[in-house]
């Protein structure tokens, strides 16, 4: 009798014990950075991580508990990893973390891709990394861009986003107005697209749209002929604004800095 009492009892305790553990994980947070299941005397279970938050960008091999500083945007360690925005998790690979200012931050994290497009997660932080929000591009939730592009930020406002196609041949170029909530495709030839350099339609010569660049509050942008060029790759045509991209005025056309056509 006191044999099976014991028993019963030790069943009991098990069950209640496999119980508690059952609750502990389900009850768990997936977004802590402590995780109780990472076991600290063996380093094979360490997890590194990205964490961003107070407008900083940190890097932890040992699930939060240390953090190293990133200060060199540009060239730091990347790759898929989870990815912490003050507490959010993540994962994919960050593509960019760009410091306009002391306020502002944008964040571009790739969560998948096919051929050579990458779709990613935009977020930012207007407030030094008191909030973070995820932005709803084109109310899709994502931005496409291949994995060549480039970006320029004119303000924390206009952003500009180059998407080179066939391999060079031509390029679409977006632009946002609002830090990326609506992104649309650039076009300026206007009128000019039936003009002709040796009988070719500019709309069909000029098709690689540069990246804009702003000087003196200009912002200048060039249309080359991309690498299928068909008359001499030096030639291209120059647009200029001076209210920050809402209108454009034609500049004219060049041949290696001269002078082809001016308006």
Do not use: C, H
Request: proline residues 2%; without cysteine; glycine residues 6%.
């Amino acid at each position: 009798m006191k044999k099976s009492i014991i028993i019963i009892v030790t069943t009991l305790l098990i069950f209640f014990l496999f119980t508690y553990i059952f609750i502990v994980i389900l009850s768990k947070n997936d977004n802590d950075l402590d995780y109780s299941i990472v076991n600290e005397n063996n380093d094979n279970n360490l997890e590194k991580a990205y964490i961003i938050k107070d407008n900083n960008l940190y890097i932890t091999y040992d699930s939060g508990k240390t953090l190293e500083k990133i200060t060199d945007y540009e060239n730091f360690e990347k790759g898929v990893n989870n990815i912490y925005i003050n507490d959010k998790k993540i994962y994919g690979a960050i593509l960019l973390y760009k410091k306009l200012d002391e306020n502002t931050t944008y964040i571009f994290i790739q969560t998948d891709m096919a051929m050579s497009s990458m779709f990613v997660k935009v977020y930012s932080t207007q407030d030094n990394g008191i909030t973070y929000n995820e932005i709803n591009v084109n109310n899709q939730g994502f931005l496409s861009i291949k994995t060549d592009y480039k970006i320029n930020f004119i303000n924390k406002d206009l952003i500009f986003i180059l998407n080179p196609l066939n391999g060079g041949d031509n390029s679409t170029l977006y632009v946002s107005k609002d830090g990326l909530r609506n992104v649309t495709p650039l076009d300026v030839l206007g009128n000019l697209k039936n003009n002709k350099t040796q009988g070719i339609r500019w709309e069909e010569l000029y098709d690689y749209y540069e990246i804009p660049t702003i000087e003196n509050n200009i912002i200048y942008l060039n249309i080359i002929q991309g690498n299928d060029s068909d008359v001499g790759p030096y030639k291209y045509i120059r647009f200029k604004s001076n209210d920050f991209g809402d209108t454009w005025e034609f500049i004219g056309e060049f041949d290696n800095g001269r002078d082809l056509y001016k308006n």
